[in-house]
């Protein structure tokens, strides 16, 4: 099973609440669990070069069902995998992309925030993993 619609919505919606709560417009993906992109949201005064950016951290937290900033040790000086950030056409380790799990603890997608700090786009992005997660109850 996918990420629904209704996830999707819901993500992009807890995801818009919480970056107005901290005044910081957002770029917001949703990423079903084949790395496609299922809503894509761009805040009115978000950075046009943080799309990109959040639509990588979803697709690479879907493709690899890890937190973004998890995948940083792969590949930081000294890492076991110098490199592994550009496969895949690009990949993103730092934090602001988050898997989303059905009730099993299945992969159904991944949502990417970009547009503040990095501890920012992660806030948003654990709103909008939560909000797709609770869909599911």
Same mark, same amino acid.
């Given at each position: 099973?996918?990420?629904?619609?209704?996830? *999707? !919505?819901?993500?992009? *919606?807890?995801?818009?609440?919480?970056?107005?709560?901290?005044?910081?417009?957002?770029?917001?993906?949703?990423?079903? !669990?084949? *790395?496609?992109?299922?809503?894509?949201?761009?805040? +009115?005064?978000?950075?046009?070069?943080?799309? !990109?950016?959040?639509?990588?951290?979803?697709?690479?937290?879907?493709?690899?069902?890890?937190?973004?900033?998890?995948?940083?040790?792969?590949?930081?000086?000294?890492?076991?995998?110098?490199?592994?950030?550009?496969?895949?056409?690009?990949?993103?380790?730092?934090?602001?992309?988050?898997?989303?799990?059905?009730? +099993?603890?299945?992969?159904?997608?991944?949502?990417?925030?970009?547009?503040?700090?990095?501890?920012?786009?992660?806030?948003?992005?654990?709103?909008?993993?939560?909000?797709?997660?609770?869909?599911?109850?």
């Amino acid at each position: 099973m996918s990420i629904t619609q209704a996830q *999707a !919505d819901a993500a992009i *919606a807890a995801a818009r609440k919480t970056a107005d709560a901290i005044g910081v417009p957002m770029n917001i993906a949703v990423y079903d !669990d084949g *790395a496609n992109m299922k809503a894509f949201v761009r805040m +009115d005064g978000a950075f046009l070069g943080s799309a !990109d950016i959040a639509m990588n951290k979803a697709r690479t937290a879907a493709l690899f069902g890890f937190n973004t900033e998890a995948l940083y040790d792969f590949v930081k000086p000294g890492g076991t995998s110098p490199g592994f950030d550009r496969t895949n056409g690009g990949l993103i380790v730092f934090a602001g992309g988050i898997p989303v799990h059905d009730a +099993d603890g299945r992969l159904i997608g991944a949502v990417g925030v970009s547009g503040g700090a990095v501890a920012q786009d992660f806030e948003v992005a654990q709103a909008a993993a939560a909000a797709a997660e609770v869909q599911l109850l």
